[in-house]
């Protein structure tokens, strides 16, 4: 059972920085990415950032510039630096990993259980 332990959030001032950090247990099979996702309540789950087993990263445009994902294969971990935060970043950030099964062809998606961001104006 692939279980992700996130952690990092709190209050930031806008203009501040948070690091947020998922650490992966249990996959079966390689994983092959893994991400951020942001929620605002009441509204759809949102792609923040992604990074590849081979090191690619792919940023949505409202984070470009301000936030950099990177990943410690050793640890099965991923960060999130988040800096010059606004306030509408605020809301719940949710860890995302993607594990293949390359022998049948098969996808498997695991979410964190979320760590809330909120930064006062």
């Known amino acids: 059972q692939v279980q992700l332990v996130e952690s990092g959030g709190g209050l930031v001032q806008a203009g501040g920085s948070l690091r947020l950090s998922c650490a992966a247990s249990g996959n079966r099979f390689s994983i092959k990415a893994m991400g951020w996702y942001h929620q605002i309540p009441g509204a759809q789950r949102e792609w923040v950032a992604t990074v590849t087993s081979g090191g690619t990263t792919t940023y949505a445009d409202s984070v470009k510039g301000r936030f950099t994902i990177s990943r410690d294969n050793a640890k099965n971990t991923v960060y999130l630096q988040m800096n010059n935060l606004k306030p509408e970043d605020t809301g719940v950030y949710y860890c995302?990993?993607?594990?293949?099964?390359?022998?049948?062809?098969?996808?498997?998606?695991?979410w964190g259980q979320g760590t809330q961001v909120t930064v006062s104006s």
């Open positions: 995302k990993l993607r594990e293949g099964d390359y022998v049948l062809g098969h996808e498997y998606d695991y």
